[in-house]
């Protein structure tokens, strides 16, 4: 073995290495009770917790047109693709982190030539060693290490809340673009109605059986069905426009049709009466606790700080005059630099460093409370307007029927002379609302749906 290849650090020093490598000022962690009642409103204690995380989004959206959006936007969504970028840049900055740990080791290599009025000479040099490596004996390193690992499994967290929030918003947005065809339908439909009308109106004027005030009426809903019209395409629209932002490219020809918002098998039924300990599986709070965790860590790089800080430098390597015997036959060279930092006075920087390092862990045990009480009262709104969304509906279709025979009455008796055409007006109007109003209703328990999914923490698996 030459002399340029001999270990650089005594035994000895490694042994102190490996001894000091189990100290640590990190606070042992303990996870902040949650905040919130133990079940949901009207829940049970007992109530499996994991049903919803563990749906995957193909088994919850079984309408196959959102399906397929869903699938492009998870490829191309650009907040999907910034979430997947942080996470390579959070690791990277981990294993930057986790390089500290171990020694650089840099090679060296130089020719030096001189002269003067009598003599030239020439020197050859080569050498291997490590610089300023710092000796963790009071965990600093390793704080700052789980730091940045604690930061990377926060960096992962987020990019499945982000995948989450995709999942359910172009599920939403395409239910927005459907809930708005189909009142564009209805509007249609009732144009056709109210066009009818106006005509007959228009004939018994002109015949002098009828007078300019009913012409008129019949003419303002005409005119009214075609301001719906417009207003629910521009709606119809806006919404594809977001629908396309969140798929992340022009919507493909030969998507499925899409099913009625009323029909059965849009989505799969969510379950009720679960545990408040589901909230924890949730992306968003599981990248608070970690982002607590790294605060903690960084309290333990604080508290380092107030220790010595030891760093080695050392070189082994070779010399000659000649190339050729610069390896085994030169003069040897070595150097070894141990050199030991002590605080002694700082002006009050290191204190001040862990208190503010204290507050950050403070803060952030606030923040994740604070996650959890927001994600329980949205599943628990989303669960207390479940079931009142349900029997709205049913509610609104009795109103439909009723209205629309109300509507067929007054129309026939106009027609024998037997009521006036403001009557007519009145149940037609009434009889459009109430259809306008079932749409939005089941468009709303829907989303609904989708949002309490969202919030129980489905849409990754």
């Given at each position: 073995m030459t002399r340029l290849l001999r270990p650089c650090l005594p035994i000895s020093l490694i042994s102190l290495m490996v001894a000091g490598a189990g100290c640590s000022f990190v606070p042992t962690y303990d996870r902040p009770a949650a905040p919130v009642?133990?079940?949901?409103?009207?829940?049970?204690a007992a109530a499996?917790?994991?049903?919803?995380?563990?749906?995957?989004?193909?088994?919850?959206?079984?309408?196959?047109?959102?399906?397929?959006?869903?699938?492009l936007a998870l490829d191309a969504n650009r907040d999907l693709r910034s979430a997947v970028l942080n996470v390579e840049r959070s690791q990277a900055q981990y294993r930057i982190s986790r390089a500290q740990t171990v020694p650089n080791v840099d090679g060296d290599a130089g020719y030096r030539r001189a002269g003067g009025p009598n003599a030239t000479s020439s020197q050859w040099h080569a050498s291997i060693g490590t610089t300023a490596y710092?000796?963790?004996?009071?965990?600093?390193?390793?704080?700052?290490?789980?730091?940045?690992?604690?930061?990377?499994?926060?960096?992962?967290?987020?990019?499945?809340?982000?995948?989450?929030?995709?999942?359910?918003?172009?599920?939403?947005?395409?239910?927005?673009?459907?809930?708005?065809?189909?009142?564009?339908?209805?509007a249609r439909q009732t144009l056709a109605a109210v066009e009818a009308s106006f005509q007959l109106n228009q004939a018994t004027h002109d015949a002098g059986a009828t007078s300019e005030l009913d012409l008129r009426t019949s003419e303002a809903q005409v005119e009214t069905a075609r301001i719906n019209i417009l207003t629910y395409e521009r709606q119809a629209s806006l919404a594809a426009n977001q629908l396309v932002l969140l798929v992340g490219r022009p919507l493909p020809n030969g998507l499925p049709a899409a099913r009625p918002l009323d029909s059965r098998g849009v989505l799969a039924p969510v379950p009720a009466g679960m545990s408040s300990s589901v909230l924890l599986d949730r992306p968003d709070i599981l990248a608070a606790e970690h982002t607590l965790k790294a605060a903690e860590a960084n309290i333990g790089a604080a508290r380092a700080a107030f220790f010595p800080i030891i760093t080695l430098s050392g070189s082994a390597g070779g010399s000659s005059g000649e190339l050729r015997n610069l390896i085994g036959g030169g003069n040897g060279v070595w150097s070894f630099a141990p050199q030991m930092s002590v605080p002694i006075f700082d002006g009050g920087r290191n204190r001040a460093t862990l208190d503010a390092a204290e507050v950050s862990a403070r803060i952030?045990?606030?923040?994740?409370?604070?996650?959890?009480?927001?994600?329980?009262?949205?599943?628990?709104?989303?669960?207390a307007t479940r079931d009142s969304f349900r029997h709205q509906i049913e509610a609104?279709?009795?109103?439909?029927?009723?209205?629309?025979?109300?509507?067929?009455l007054a129309d026939l008796r106009y027609r024998q002379g037997e009521e006036l055409y403001l009557n007519v007006l009145s149940a037609q109007r009434d009889l459009y609302s109430a259809q306008q109003q079932l749409i939005q209703a089941t468009y709303d328990s829907v989303v609904n749906d989708i949002t309490l999914y969202k919030a129980l923490g489905g849409g990754w698996k």
């Open positions: 009642a133990a079940t949901f409103p009207g829940g049970s499996e917790a994991m049903a919803v995380p563990n749906l995957p989004w193909r088994a919850f959206v079984l309408d196959a047109r959102p399906r397929q959006l869903i699938e710092e000796l963790d004996l009071f965990g600093r390193i390793r704080s700052l290490n789980a730091q940045a690992l604690e930061e990377f499994f926060a960096a992962e967290e987020n990019q499945r809340s982000a995948q989450i929030t995709v999942v359910a918003e172009v599920a939403i947005q395409h239910f927005t673009v459907q809930q708005a065809q189909e009142q564009i339908a209805l952030e045990v606030v923040t994740y409370e604070k996650a959890i009480q927001t994600a329980f009262r949205e599943v628990a709104d989303a669960l609104q279709r009795g109103l439909v029927k009723t209205q629309q025979r109300r509507y067929e």
